[in-house]
């Protein structure tokens, strides 16, 4: 088993996916313990640290990499399943940033409200106790929330020379702030060009579904993944893999076109894998799918199809790969 480690000078974070020349070259079946920053660099420590006086856009979620992947092509596919995901620090910080989230005026959408106002809550995280504690800031209520780790932000390069701001989901992956992303997933990704040259970044210690005011619990994560190319197989959008579903994903706006984008990739795939009649899966879907809402804040909107695989044809997606990255997962936990 070949053990990459590898922590990231600020000086070499990614503020974009795609344009970034890569950090390290890794091989199909490498596990891989990275550490990565927050979304705001680290800046944001206290309820004075509101993002207009410690953050400069665009230099929010900063990613750790690129990884060139050897062997990997455009048409390929490259699966990233997350052994652990455990926070590195005991807090964690949300706020409200001007123009941004769900329930305010954006630079999209125009009123002539004032933008809300920046207030920081710093959360406390206990990973021993398996917890996040929420503290109101204008009154009393208090609660200990359940951990759940996740990343906001996978993808690899996009296709055609883009290079995409790491606030950006789409079919490269990206921003796409899914709690599904959380350790025993596996992510699969669309390789666009030589090396598929993925990052990772923006860690959660929890998120609601849709992150509402766009902000989640930000902290830095220290991350073990293992990789693997599933070659020939185009994936044209990020789906995921878990234990009890297959899941797709779609980045758009408007939210309706991220609901079409995840549940026609759902029928897709169902037809690639699973042998269904394109109409037998639609309908199929349309009796089994759960569709929750990854963000409705980021540039696109994100939003899930799960199907879960106990109502599916028995067959193993892209070839048993989810399993055997759990065998590899396994064999390094041992090994510790």
């Keep these: 088993m070949n ?3 590898y922590r990231p000078d600020p000086s070499e974070f990614a503020w974009t996916f795609g344009g970034a020349p890569p950090v ?9 313990e990275l550490w990565t920053e927050d979304a705001f660099g680290g800046k944001v420590r206290g309820p004075d640290d509101v993002i207009s006086k410690v953050v400069q856009f665009p230099f929010v979620n900063p990613q750790t990499g690129p990884f060139y992947v050897e062997g990997a092509e455009p048409g390929d596919t490259l699966a990233i399943h997350f052994v652990s995901i455990e ?3 005991d807090w964690g910080a949300s706020t409200l940033v001007p123009l941004f989230g769900a329930l305010s005026s954006t630079h999209q959408t125009v009123t002539l409200q004032d933008p809300l106002p920046e207030v920081v809550w710093i959360y406390e995280v206990d990973p021993a106790e398996r917890t996040v504690t929420y503290r109101a800031r204008a009154g009393e209520h208090t609660v200990d929330l359940p951990l759940d780790p996740m990343h906001g932000t996978v ?4 296709a055609n020379l883009e290079t995409r701001l790491s606030l950006v989901p789409d079919a490269h992956g990206g921003n796409m702030d899914t709690p599904e992303m959380r350790a025993g997933t596996t992510c699969y990704l ?5 090396g598929a040259l993925f990052s990772l970044g923006d860690g959660h210690a929890r998120q609601g579904e849709g992150e509402t005011c766009g902000v989640a619990v930000e902290t830095a994560m220290d991350t073990v993944i293992t990789i693997d190319l599933v070659k020939g197989r185009t994936t044209p959008w990020p789906r995921l893999e878990n234990d009890g579903y297959i899941i797709t994903t779609g980045s758009a706006r408007p939210l309706e076109d991220a609901f079409r984008i995840a549940h026609g990739e759902m029928v897709g795939w169902l037809c690639e894998e699973y042998r269904l009649d394109k109409l037998d899966a639609y309908q199929f879907l349309t009796q089994v799918s759960e569709s929750p809402l990854a963000n409705v804040c980021d540039p696109n909107y994100t939003c899930l199809a799960k199907v879960p695989k106990r109502y599916l044809p028995r067959a193993e997606a892209y070839g048993g790969t ?3 990255l759990k ?3 396994a064999e390094y936990r041992k090994a510790r």
């Design 3 to 5: 053990v990459i480690s």
């Design 322 to 324: 989810h399993a055997k």
């Design 190 to 194: 669309g390789v666009n060009v030589q």
């Design 155 to 158: 993808g690899v390069a996009p």
């Design 87 to 89: 926070p590195s620090r």
């Design 24 to 32: 390290l070259k890794v091989s199909p079946g490498d596990v891989m």
């Design 327 to 329: 065998e590899i997962a």
